[in-house]
């Protein structure tokens, strides 16, 4: 990253702070954006191993996990770089699950993982760093794993880095509408291409 791009990856972090203390991601928790937490799930269910250990980069205070009510999984890890949204979410103490605070951009997985996620967090790493994040944490899901993407509409500039990935299989891929117009969600899901 230049020097002007990590600027900016620096405020952004200060603002997802500042946006977490004040309550503005609450929201996420609403009725209208349900139906795309529900749909990761019908993924997981789809396309992961049985009771999966799963990946949640840029978690947030961990909705997802919460969405994910009874579905089995016997590992879940959230990494965000926001340290607010992570005390939220450990605050929370889920079952069989751990908030690390971490920018994915220097992320280490200790262990492989059955199923990948990045559910509304892939547009905000700087494009410079998109395709090297994606084949770092591709190295750490298991052969039999699932990446599972969801972006804010159309997501310009990021749906190539799936799409047109030689290593990746789309398995599924679906817009996720609402009663809103303008508010919808693709999300798509891969599997690893065998050697
Ligand atoms: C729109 S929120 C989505 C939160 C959560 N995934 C959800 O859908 O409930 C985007 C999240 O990505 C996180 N994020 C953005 N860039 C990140 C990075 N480089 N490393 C880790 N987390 C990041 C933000 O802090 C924020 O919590």
């Not at 799930?41 to 205070?61: Q, R, S, T, V, W």
């Not at 909705?63 to 605050?91: C, H, M, T, W």
């Not at 919808?184 to 690893?192: D, E």
Request: glycine share 6%; hydrophobic share 35%; charged share 30%.
């Amino acid at each position: 990253m230049n020097i002007l791009d990590k600027f900016h990856h620096w405020r952004r972090r200060r603002r997802w702070n500042k946006q977490y203390r004040s309550g503005r991601w609450q929201n996420l928790k609403s009725d209208l954006e349900a139906s795309r937490y529900f749909k990761i799930k019908e993924d997981l269910l789809a396309f992961a191993p049985k009771k999966p250990n799963i990946l949640d980069i840029g978690c947030g205070d961990g909705v997802l996990n919460e969405r994910l009510g009874d579905f089995p999984f016997s590992y879940f890890l959230g990494v965000d770089f926001s340290s607010e949204s992570i005390k939220q979410a450990q605050d929370k103490n889920l079952p069989n699950s751990e908030f690390e605070h971490c920018d994915v951009l220097h992320f280490v997985p200790k262990r492989t993982f059955d199923a990948i996620i990045f559910n509304e967090s892939f547009y905000y790493i700087p494009d410079t760093e998109k395709s090297r994040v994606l084949q770092h944490l591709l190295d750490n899901l298991s052969e039999d794993g699932v990446l599972i993407v969801s972006i804010f509409r159309d997501g310009p500039g990021c749906w190539e880095f799936f799409k047109e990935n030689k290593n990746l299989k789309e398995v599924d891929f679906e817009t996720i509408k609402t009663s809103k117009e303008m508010t919808y969600w693709k999300i798509g899901a891969y599997t690893k291409v065998s050697e």
